[in-house]
């Protein structure tokens, strides 16, 4: 499952016909306090955001969407005080973010989303998110699959 959202298109400045900018990957963590997986409002206002997760970005190659010898970890980064990290400048191509898990929290979003760059890019920013949830909060009232939790 892929919550990956089009958030702004800045247009890549051209030299010769080419662009020179490829795709921003931003993500962000937050605590996903009613259990529903998006980023948003909550009953006590914006959902907080945490800082301290550590994401991944992979090259996947062929078989794809899973995690194997054949990939290519790029970077890895943790989310600043914002809850964000940013990947720039991304070619074309199929990559995979995996995402860590706060200790006390589960996960609300899949931990490892996958997407497919095409074009150049031209400066394009794609947001991804991934939520987590107090284990005190769950309490049973959620049904959903739990991904990856360990």
Aim: hydrophobic content about 40%.
């Amino acid at each position: 499952m892929l919550l990956g959202l089009l958030l702004a298109l800045a247009p890549g400045k051209a030299s010769q016909g080419r662009a020179t900018r490829g795709f921003d990957l931003a993500v962000l963590a937050f605590v996903d306090i009613n259990g529903d997986g998006v980023y948003g409002l909550s009953q006590g206002g914006p959902e907080p955001v945490l800082s301290g997760i550590e994401v991944r970005l992979c090259r996947d190659h062929p078989p794809l969407l899973s995690i194997g010898k054949e990939d290519i970890w790029l970077a890895t980064q943790t989310t600043n005080p914002d809850g964000y990290v940013v990947f720039r400048n991304i070619s074309a191509g199929d990559y995979i973010l995996l995402g860590s898990v706060t200790d006390g929290y589960l996960p609300t979003t899949p931990l490892e989303q996958y997407t497919r760059l095409e074009g150049n890019g031209g400066g394009a920013v794609l947001e991804f998110v991934f939520g987590q949830l107090a284990r005190s909060e769950f309490k049973g009232r959620f049904i959903f699959p739990l991904i990856g939790v360990p």
